[in-house]
């Protein structure tokens, strides 16, 4: 192993690479060596003093009683939680969140079928997750692929698509303040819009505003934070790619997440890895950056 050349006012007085693990030619990369996986290896745990031990103990519940308390009032609904549930055939449905004002679900289309969206009394949300799918019927009908969005506020609807389309759907009364009072129908193309910068390496993608209300894609790239902020509506989130820790809450890619109004995420968000999310609720003002979004 090559050694630098020591120098008192150098550090450190191990070259970088030295520290890498290494493959050899012919040896499989799980057989890589280096000098930090030897030492991992070689050393051996130093165990706190009982006293010490209790005192981290301590902490690390005290941390966990926190963490809960915070979290207490959201509803964080896993990719793998719940059971699919025949809507009708070759469409499979997945609750992820339901009150008095909306039910939010996942639509799976295991073969090609025709959905009849239930219309009186109901505005329906839609985005489209993956594949393609088909609205409206002869000359009025539309395609929505992959990130596009519909909201549908009044007269009967029909969906189409084929084996693979995934969609999220959230129906709302037409009778609350939740997107159900909204007065037409309103398609975007995802594609067609462009994103918008919030704050420093996040940025976002409205499609459909309604008041305070908003739904729209959010961007973070890698390191990217959000600070501390307080929800004046309902929000849902639901994470399209990568993942984001909300607080001590990692969502990752297929997770949802519904926080009541009046709740607050009290320690900001942050994606080591980057990601990509769907988002429904009230833009906090304190999460703006002017100098990075200035005031319309």
Known sequence: MKRTA??????????????EPQTRTGVAPTAAVGLAPSLAVALDPIAPTPARDTALRGR?????????????????????????????AGIQQRLLHADEAAQTYVLQWADEAELDLPSQG????????????????GADASTLR???????ASGPLRLRAKAGTSLYWRRIRSDVDAYGQAVASHLAQADQLAWEPLRQGVEIKPLYAEGERVSMFV???????VPAHSHGHGEECLMVEGDLFLGD??????????????????EGLHSDVGCLLYFHGAIDPVVIDPAVRPAA
């Open 60 to 88: 690390l519940m005290a941390r966990v009683a926190r963490s809960a308390a915070a979290n207490q009032a959201f509803v964080t609904t896993r990719r793998q939680d719940g059971n699919w549930q025949t809507l009708q």
């Open 249 to 266: 809450v990692l969502l990752c890619e297929g997770d949802f997440q519904f926080a009541p109004r009046d709740t607050g995420h009290h």
């Open 122 to 137: 109901l505005t329906h949300e839609c985005l489209v997750l993956t594949g393609e799918l088909t609205v409206g019927e």
């Open 146 to 152: 992959a990130h596009d969005y519909l909201i549908h």
């Open 219 to 225: 961007r973070f790239e890698p390191g990217a934070t």
């Open 6 to 19: 020591m120098n008192p006012t150098d550090t450190p007085w191990i070259a970088p690479e030295e520290m």
